[in-house]
């Protein structure tokens, strides 16, 4: 295969994710779409060797939860006044992602992102607690916690 080839190869596998993580910290489409964008030069940039795709798929939801952290507190994000927010922010599509997924944004950070990480991308708790660099246990615990967050909003 040509580096063409394997680049699209890899961002079809990944974009999907990279997407849902980055929208899952910024809330906001337009930033969303620049994180995947900047997530995937960074890739070009550094041209990462993976044992498997698990650990592929796995650099790239610790890259986009980093690039996304460091948007979240840069500058221009936290001076940004309430009525640029609100023109930013779109709000859920009911129909295309529901009440469940519509609750989980609502979640603390921690919650969302174990749920995600566990649920939505499939990953065990010893993989997420790796991905995180936090105790197996401590994963555990926030994975029960945000279902029982969940439930009393369902």
């Keep these: ?8 190869e890899v961002y079809r596998r990944n974009v999907r994710t990279v997407y849902q993580t980055a929208y899952m910290h910024l809330r906001n489409r337009n930033d969303a779409e620049d ?40 500058w221009w994000k936290k001076n940004r006044t309430d009525e640029e927010t609100e023109m930013m ?8 992602y529901g009440e469940v997924t519509e609750i989980l944004m609502n979640l603390p950070d921690k919650y969302r992102e174990v749920l995600y990480l566990y649920y939505y991308l499939e990953y065990s708790l010893k993989e997420i607690a790796e991905i995180m660099k936090k105790n197996e246990n401590t994963v555990r615990t926030q994975l029960c916690r945000a279902r029982e967050k969940m439930k009393k909003y369902l």
């Design 1 to 8: 295969m040509t580096d063409r080839e394997d680049f699209c």
């Design 89 to 96: 922010y779109e709000p859920f599509d009911m129909d295309t």
């Design 35 to 74: 994180a995947v964008q900047n997530i995937f030069m960074k890739y070009l940039s550094c041209r990462p060797v993976f044992e498997n795709l698990k650990h592929e798929a796995a650099w790239f939801v610790v890259a986009s939860r980093n690039y996304c952290r460091d948007i979240l507190r840069s």
